[in-house]
């Protein structure tokens, strides 16, 4: 495999970097929200399926009483 030399990098490094379609601000912003409103429900899921499962646990060891 050649070597290249920095210069070369740099210069290869740059074309490719212009070959990249760059999301709109509208598209980073709402991808941004989409996120945070997943993360939420994923939050809220964990927290039920916890407090189930913790309930669950304590009926059937005897501790909620």
Known sequence: MAKT???EF????R??????T???RRE????TIMVFIMVA???IFFF???M????GVSLILGLGS
């Open 52 to 55: 189930t499962l913790s309930y």
């Open 48 to 50: 039920a399926a916890d």
């Open 10 to 13: 740099l210069q290869q490094v």
């Open 5 to 7: 030399n920095p210069l």
């Open 22 to 24: 760059w999301p709109t």
């Open 28 to 31: 980073t912003v709402v991808t």
């Open 41 to 43: 429900f994923t939050t």
């Open 15 to 20: 074309s490719e970097t212009a070959k990249v």
